[in-house]
């Protein structure tokens, strides 16, 4: 960086100190060194690549608000805009930010050591403690607030939620949760947030403490909002020397240009109009560890008399950024809530520097507008000649800002002039200027693919593109949609294959998966090799085409683009698929006129960097930026009205099971499965050719054939009768009950809950009896005594074997998901030597009818060993093999091994209320 762009005010304190009423030798010699070590440091980072980027510059410390509001010489705004860094380049910085922030500590304290002490102030070192390997980002907020049910907690939920960063919600007074991860201590949370800054303030002294030696460690900052005061119009926190003035109304609203947190936010835009609510809070800080970020101004129309007399003298800060000079802790607070967009900017910002890159970081904004259905619509709202021209010009417009947008165009060749003469001229103009466009091919009658059998949807899709070929549309191949979203969620197979066979479509967009509401928790999936990328509403629908339509009027469109739900799309989403129609760009042109006004309030305001490459290459991005999505979870559409309406007819609800016993496998579930398909109420999924009685489906890769391949294990309802599965994988397996939840949200789960080191046992055995070839080669204890250092083979076997007895770690993920009065836990001795018992409590507990006393259909086979259905016998001979007691040493072993996994179990048990099995009382 040259020196000439790193710009050092002169610290007015520093001047004060030169007097030589002070003068003393010490001070001479202090003077005389800290000029120099202060141009010391002004040259090496005025060599620094980092601090040229992040413009870090010095400010007055005596004062927080300079006398003048004058930007002038600072740096220009497109200097700011056109260095601004990448992610990766942000990310190494924010990690090394002490580097950054210690020229502040150089000019303070008048020092040049990057963080060394000062000999003037006490302040501690930046750079001291610093992990030297920062852990993989953690990427979890951690929001404190005074009450879990106030509307602020909506509102910071959904501020990080729109920005899809994970977070949980605590009430202050709660325990503080454990902040590092219990498996190996690495650090959770990247940003703590507090409704009110006075709570974090107020938080008793222990939890603070462990709170702020988290925060310094692991350079974690603090984002709080600033609530208006419990007592009085201004507080004071003398020892932290700051002054917060509340219930202050107020006008414009402003960046400060120096602070090195700008990256959404472009501090060179002012905004000009009053601010929403008299519920301001301002900020006055008498030490230079606090920094201005945002200024406002009383507003015209406020009680000057209120005021205290620095706020009406400096203009108002109404966000600052205390960088931590006394406790190694960043803070930023903002004087209002985070839903004025302007301190969502501010917020935005703050998340990805508090949190050292690893919350927030793209600016890159892909913009895709959909004109979902050309030529579809009624007579009198139909496009015309006009415009069809202003199409062709606003999108020359939006593209200065936008670089390479065009308008997406989706045809139905069924409806091409059926309007009136007017509008079939309108229609006839876009065919002649069809190239300035995007075109993506429908039905040709707009129908609805789940309304039409495979053979008549291809038919469809082909006089489309016939009409195309005769109009000279120049199509694109690989991007479709559907009329009303039909077939792309829920899926039908029918149309995947017709996209795929017929026309090679690798990308879609839907509103429809998870589900259409909230519309940022909306995501994607790929199906069959096609990409289904999420889109967003402007709330454009078909039925809204004039200002008056508009909910609200223009006044509420125009509220929604500067600043309102619209921006706010464009500020949080990074791939935004917007779909209109036709009849937004007729009438009184509502389309155009968002989308320009949008898009340019978003560059005034924001350096977001928006661009529109073709539909493929922005769904390509959005799995590259969310590979986790690639594999959907299927919601059921039974659940769902919305998507009952889309779900062929011929589909039922009836083909999912009440209840699933899930496993472990080796604990019985042969046995149990067995017995309740003797009830004659019960009825057990479809034998599968693969897996015989079991389905598995929720986990392995029979889940990405989706549903349907799922449903056809069931039989259609037949009265009183209760449909059920069992795959014993499923208990261990890290996604079956998210899956499962997803899809079966009330079925009742069964669990068996075998002695673990038997259960161990019995998996090897029945390896033994197919031959695995690990398994043949090593003895048990070889196999379960195997360490990190044995072979890879003998490694996973081993994990395979002990892994689905570690039950505590298993039970706690599924009640994640399920509550617990929905899942059955099976005693496993019980079920070996009472299934009586057993039997009998498991029908109450999934209240079939009749109730059936399974005295009447068991009895023990002393041959076999085990209790036998009356009727069908003993079960097969590869259930309740005999094989010789497991050896001494693997005893010991496995009883150590499971020792800790025991008692957690019974903890675990305890807390839900639940009897604990036999085992686990005798094995300690
Ligand atoms: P072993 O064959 O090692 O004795 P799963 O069906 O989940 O694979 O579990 C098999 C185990 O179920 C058997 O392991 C056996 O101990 C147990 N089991 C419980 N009740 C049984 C029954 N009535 N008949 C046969 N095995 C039973």
Redesign the pocket.
């Known amino acids: 960086m040259s020196t000439r762009r790193f710009m050092v005010w002169v610290n007015p304190g520093f001047t004060r100190m030169l007097s030589p009423k002070r003068w003393s030798v010490v001070k001479v010699f202090s003077v005389v060194v800290t000029i120099f070590l202060t141009w010391a440091t002004v040259l090496v980072l005025s060599g620094s690549e980092t601090i040229q980027r992040f413009r870090i510059k010095l400010i007055p410390s005596n004062d927080l608000i300079p006398a003048t509001f004058n930007h002038k010489d600072l740096m220009s705004s497109r200097d700011l805009v056109n260095n601004l860094p990448t992610d990766d380049e942000l990310v190494q910085h924010l990690r090394n930010q002490n580097a950054a922030l210690d020229p502040y500590l150089s000019d303070k304290l008048g020092v040049s050591g990057l963080g060394g002490p000062s000999p003037l102030l006490e302040v501690p070192d930046m750079s001291a403690e610093v992990p030297s390997d920062l852990p993989t980002p953690y990427r979890k907020v951690l929001i404190l607030v005074e009450d879990t049910g106030a509307p602020l907690v909506l509102t910071l939920g959904q501020f990080f939620g729109q920005q899809r960063i994970d977070y949980k919600t605590l009430a202050t007074k709660a325990e503080l949760p454990r902040l590092t991860s219990v498996e190996d201590n690495s650090p959770k949370y990247s940003l703590f947030v507090f409704d009110d800054f006075v709570s974090y303030l107020n938080m008793p002294e222990s939890k603070k403490r462990v709170l702020d030696e988290y925060c310094s460690y692991y350079r974690v900052g603090i984002l709080a909002l600033s609530q208006s005061a419990r007592s009085g119009e201004i507080e004071l926190f003398s020892d932290l020397k700051l002054k917060i003035q509340h219930r202050m109304k107020l006008q414009h609203y402003k960046l400060e240009p120096s602070s090195p947190i700008w990256r959404v936010g472009k501090p060179s835009a002012e905004y000009l109009e009053q601010l929403p609510s008299q519920e301001w809070s301002v900020f006055t800080g008498s030490h230079p560890t606090y920094r201005p970020l945002a200024y406002s101004t009383v507003a015209a129309d406020w009680d000057g008399t209120k005021m205290d007399v620095n706020v009406t003298k400096y203009g108002c800060v109404v966000a600052i950024h205390d960088i931590g000079m006394r406790d190694k802790i960043q803070k930023i607070i903002i004087g209002y809530d985070i839903s004025f967009w302007l301190n969502s900017i501010v917020g935005m910002d703050a998340i990805t520097f508090l949190s050292n890159g690893n919350l927030g970081l793209t600016l890159d904004r892909f913009l895709q507008v959909d004109v979902d259905d050309m030529f579809v619509g009624k007579t009198g709202i139909r496009t015309l000649i006009k415009d069809a021209d202003a199409m062709a010009a606003s999108q020359e417009k939006i593209r200065k800002i936008v670089p390479g947008f065009k308008w997406v165009l989706g045809f139905s060749g069924g409806s091409f002039q059926t309007g009136n003469p007017e509008e079939a001229k309108g229609d006839q103009r876009m065919i002649e200027i069809a190239d300035k466009f995007i075109w993506f091919d429908h039905m040709f009658k707009h129908e609805q693919p789940h309304l039409l059998n495979a053979t008549h949807l291809r038919q469809s899709m082909a006089s489309n593109m016939e009409f195309a070929q005769e109009k000279k549309i120049p199509v694109m191949r690989d991007y479709m949609v559907t009329p009303h979203h039909s077939g792309v969620y829920p899926v039908v197979d029918a149309l995947f294959d017709a996209w795929v066979e017929e026309r090679g479509v690798t990308c879609t967009s839907t509103e429809e998966y998870p589900r259409y509401v909230p519309h940022w928790e909306r995501r994607g999936f790929i199906y069959k090799g096609v990409m289904v990328v999420p889109r967003q509403t402007c709330r454009l629908f078909t039925h809204i085409n004039t200002f008056d339509e508009y909910q609200g009027g223009k006044e509420e469109l125009d509220i929604s683009i500067k600043g309102g739900y619209l921006f706010k799309v464009f500020l949080y989403t990074p791939i935004m698929i917007f779909m209109t129609h036709m009849s937004n760009y007729a009438n009184d042109q509502l389309a155009q006129y968002s989308f320009e006004h949008v898009t340019e309030f978003v560059a005034q305001y924001t350096n977001l960097r928006m661009q529109t490459p073709p539909p493929v290459a922005i769904a390509k991005k959005y799995f590259s930026m969310y590979p986790d999505e690639v594999l959907p979870i299927w919601t059921n559409p039974c659940d769902y009205n919305k998507h009952m309406e889309i779900w062929p007819k011929e589909k039922s609800c009836d083909h999912f099971p009440s209840f699933v016993i899930v496993?472990p496998?080796?604990?019985?579930?042969?046995?149990l499965h067995t017995f309740l398909e003797a009830h004659p109420s019960l009825k057990s999924s479809k034998k599968d050719p693969q897996y015989f009685e079991e389905v598995q489906f929720f986990n392995n890769k029979n889940y990405a054939y989706g549903i349907d391949w799922y449903m056809k294990h069931f039989d259609d309802a037949e009265k009183g009768v209760m449909q059920f599965e069992k795959s014993?994988n499923y208990f261990d397996n890290e996604f079956t009950p998210q899956r499962m939840f997803a899809l079966l949200p009330n079925a009742k789960i069964v669990i068996?809950l075998a002695e673990p080191a038997r259960r161990a046992y019995?998996w090897y055995?029945?390896l033994r009896s197919h031959e695995d070839p690990v398994v043949m080669n090593y003895t048990f204890f070889e196999v379960v005594s195997s360490t990190e250092n044995s072979p890879r083979h003998l490694r996973d076997t081993r994990n395979r074997c002990l892994k689905p007895g570690e039950y505590s770690t298993h039970l706690t993920r599924w009640l994640k998901f399920y509550p617990k009065n929905q899942i059955f836990l099976v005693d496993g001795d019980q079920?070996?030597k009472d299934?009586i018992m057993t039997m009998n409590k498991l029908q109450k507990f999934i209240a079939v009818a009749p109730y059936i006393d399974y005295y009447k259909m068991l009895r023990f086979d002393k041959e076999?060993g085990?209790?036998?259905l009356v009727e069908q016998g003993?079960?097969s001979p590869?259930?309740?093999?005999k094989?010789v007691p497991m050896d001494a040493e693997s005893q010991r072993l496995l009883k150590n091994h499971y020792a800790p996994h025991n008692a957690q179990l019974r903890t675990l048990l305890t807390d839900l209320d639940r009897p604990h099995p036999r085992w686990l009382m005798t094995n300690t």
């Open positions: 496993g496998q080796k604990t019985g579930t042969t046995a014993a068996i019995s055995q029945h079920l070996n299934p076999k085990f209790y036998c003993c079960l590869s259930k309740g093999r094989y």
